[in-house]
C-alpha cells in the first residue's frame, strides 16, 4: 500500500484591470456618500428638533394667552352678574359673558392638549422627559435684511445635502456605466504558484518515496471573447440608471431652488411682518384699555370689552407665531445652504426671551 499528498498555492496581483480601478473609484464615492447622508441626517434632526421646539412654545404662548383671556372674562362675568342683581346691566351682558367663558374654557382643553402632544413630539427628538423641558420665545429678533436670493441659491447649489447627494449618485450611476463598458478591457494580472506532490508506499521490493515540488511566477493576459450578451445588457441597465439619475439632480435642482425661494421671501418680508404685527398687538392693547374704561363709565357695552379682549389676544399670539416663524425661516434658509450647524443654533438661541 502507499500515501499521496499534494498541496498547492496560488496568488495573483492585478497588474492592468479596468474593472478594479472602476469599483475602487465607486467604493471611493459611496464613502463620500456615506458622509453626505450623515450631514443631511444631522442637519434634518436640528431643524426639526428646532421646529418642534418653537411648537411648543407657540403651543404654550396660545394656552397662556387663553388663561389669560379666561382670568379677564371671568372678571368681567362676575362683575357683570353684580351689577344685573344692581339694576344697572341688562341680563343679556351676563349671558355674553357666560357664553364667551364657556367657549373660552373649550378652547383651554384643545390648547392643553395641543401642548401636550406638541411636549410629547420634542421630548421624542430630545430624549428628555417632557416634563422637564422648558421653552422660550424669540424675543425682538433684529430686522437685519438678508443677503441677495442669487448668493442664497449659489451657496445652496453648491452645499445643499440633498442636491450633493443626488450629484454623487449619478456619479456613482455613471462610474457603474463606465464600469460595465470596461468588461471587455484585456487585463493583466501577476500569477505566483507553488506546489508539492509526494508518494510513500511499499510492495514485494520494498519500499520507496518520491516528491516533486514546482513554483513558477509569471504574467497572465486575459482577452474575454464573449460573455453571452450579458455585458451589453448591464451596460445598457446601468446607462438607464444613469439616466434616470441625472433626472433625479434636476428634479432636486428645481425643488432646491424653490425652496431657496420661499424661506428668502419669508425671511425678507417677515421683519417687516413683525414690526407691523408688535403695532398692531399695542393698537389693540390701547383700545381695550380705552374700551374698558368706556364700559365703566356707561359708553361701552360688555360686548365691546370682550370683543377687544379677543382681538388684544389674537394680536399678541399672532406676534409671537410671526417671530418664531422668521427665526424658523433663518433657519431653514441655513439648512438648504448646508450651513446649518451649533454656531447657527447658538445665534438663534440668543435671540430667545423668557415670557412674561
Known sequence: GGTATRWALQA????????RSAQQQQLGLQADMTDLQWQA???ATMLRTAQRYFDVAVAQEALQVLDRQ???VQKASTEAQDRYELGSLPITDTHEARARLAGLRAQRLAAQTDLDVKRRLLADSTGLPASSLTVQLPGNVLATAPRDLTAWQSDAEASNPSLRMQ????DIARAEAHKHSLRAATTVDLVAQAGQDRLHGSGDFGSARNKSVNAMVGVQINVPLYTGGWRSAKQDEALALQAKAEAQVQSTREQVAQQVHGA???LSVGASRVQALGEALTASEARLDATRLGHEVGHRTLLDVLSAENDAAAARLALAQARTGLLLDHLRLAALAGQLDEDTLRSANQTLTRAP
Open 12 to 19: 495573483s496581483q492585478p497588474l492592468i484591470n479596468p474593472v
Open 70 to 72: 379666561l382670568e379677564a
Open 41 to 43: 441626517a444631522s442637519q
Open 167 to 170: 450629484a454623487l449618485a449619478l
Open 264 to 266: 428668502w421671501l419669508g
